[in-house]
């Protein structure tokens, strides 16, 4: 499991093998890499979702990094990158010379959780993300329902759901 500490080590050994590269990489970050990070919800998480450019670089860099820490080659993934828009409201986490990390904003954060139907933990994510207005923590969107519920979070569908 990784946990903050080691985070931030991945991230400063990715920021490394970036500079050998001389290139500057993005990573922004959500699930529980977000929670330990930003929000100190969790204390670990498995792996780290994030989206990332320039891709074919920091897939290389990540793998050395991996090598280097004797990690899980996917320690760093793009699994959840269909649920990020082309340009997500964001705050900084992290900023090296060579790599600069950033988490969505805690609206759009829940918004992602919404669309991705991922309110089966039990965790209270209004009160973790700092949100308020009544909204139930627990939450399941009906299909029919899915754009008001977008429309009330003032997030497009087509900004966080690919087109399939």
Avoid: Q
């Avoid at 793998?63 to 828009?85: H, I, Q, T, Y």
């Amino acid at each position: 499991m990784l946990n903050r500490r080691m985070i931030v080590k991945l991230f400063k050994t990715l920021n490394a093998e970036l500079k050998k590269m001389r290139v500057v990489g993005e990573v922004g970050i959500c699930g529980g890499a977000v929670m330990c990070l930003v929000f100190n919800a969790r204390k670990a998480t498995k792996d780290v979702d994030a989206v990332f450019a320039p891709a074919k670089e920091m897939r290389r860099a990540a793998k050395a990094v991996a090598a280097r820490l004797g990690l899980s080659e996917d320690w760093l993934n793009d699994a959840a990158k269909g649920f990020f828009g082309a340009d997500p409201p964001r705050d900084a986490v992290l900023e090296l010379p060579h790599l600069r990390v950033y988490a969505p904003r805690a609206d759009y954060m829940l918004a992602m959780k919404c669309v991705a139907a991922r309110f089966d933990s039990g965790l209270n994510f209004v009160k973790l993300l700092g949100l308020s207005g009544g909204m139930p923590t627990r939450v399941s969107v009906p299909r029919k329902r899915m754009a008001e519920v977008l429309a009330a979070l003032g997030v497009s569908r087509d900004s966080i759901v690919p087109d399939v």
